[in-house]
């Protein structure tokens, strides 16, 4: 009697087959025609070798560039208008009627500096002070005229600007004097800020010593001296 057949297994699975081969990774990549896989080695800057396709890191480098918005701007510079006449007249005005002259020039910062020196260098603070706060205020209406900034540079070689200069350290030199230390030190910085030179100008150049008072020779009777008496000395004859 023949052998019979086993019975057929119904089942929801589905048969699988072994074809004695081992199935590819997920991530295998089909081999295209013409593709070489071959790793090529090449040198970075420092001499390690790095591997073509590599993952490499990627370096930011900063340069500055001649790019004229990171180039450092110097300040502004202003010139200011001032009187020419007072300029040129104010040296050779005599102290005695240096007042009149300041009357007829008011908004000159350059005549009210010029009285609030003479004033400093005979010893009159007070008065000093006031001159030189008055030649300050207007050589600021003459900078607020022409465009000025705070931090703007005020040139000491324009001789125009030298009036606002001269009328600034009028100022600070008069607040010193009378024990406003916090002013004078405001107004050293405005100086410095403005032209780091005009102090040192203004000192060579306008210091008290050249308002002393020079008495001309003619100015004086000569002096006498005083009588002497002769001496006479007798002998016995």
Avoid: C
């Avoid at 300050?136 to 324009?158: T, V």
Wanted: aromatic share 4%; charged share 25%.
């Amino acid at each position: 009697m023949a052998a019979s057949a086993p019975d057929a297994v119904d089942s929801d699975e589905p048969t699988t087959i072994d074809s004695g081969t081992d199935s590819a990774p997920d991530d295998a990549v089909a081999d295209e025609p013409g593709t070489d896989h071959s790793v090529a080695a090449e040198a970075d800057d420092s001499g390690n070798s790095v591997e073509q396709g590599a993952d490499v890191p990627e370096i930011d480098v900063d340069v500055q560039g001649d790019d004229p918005d990171e180039v450092d701007q110097a300040p502004a510079s202003v010139v200011v208008a001032d009187d020419e006449v007072v300029r040129s007249l104010i040296s050779s005005v005599h102290r005695e009627a240096l007042p009149g002259f300041v009357l007829a020039h008011v908004t000159s910062p350059l005549a009210w500096a010029e009285l609030a020196d003479v004033a400093h260098s005979e010893g009159r603070e007070v008065e000093a002070y006031a001159y030189a706060t008055v030649a300050h205020k207007r050589g600021l209406e003459l900078l607020e005229a022409a465009g000025w900034s705070e931090g703007d540079a005020i040139s000491w070689s324009d001789a125009s600007n030298r009036a606002v200069l001269r009328a600034a350290y009028a100022l600070h030199a008069a607040a010193a004097a009378i024990g406003l230390v916090f002013e004078a030190d405001a107004l050293s910085g405005f100086l410095a800020a403005a032209d780091p030179t005009a102090v040192a100008r203004i000192e060579s150049e306008h210091t008290a010593t050249q308002f002393i008072t020079i008495i001309p020779p003619g100015a004086t009777a000569p002096a006498t001296m005083p009588p002497t008496e002769s001496f006479v000395i007798r002998g016995e004859d």
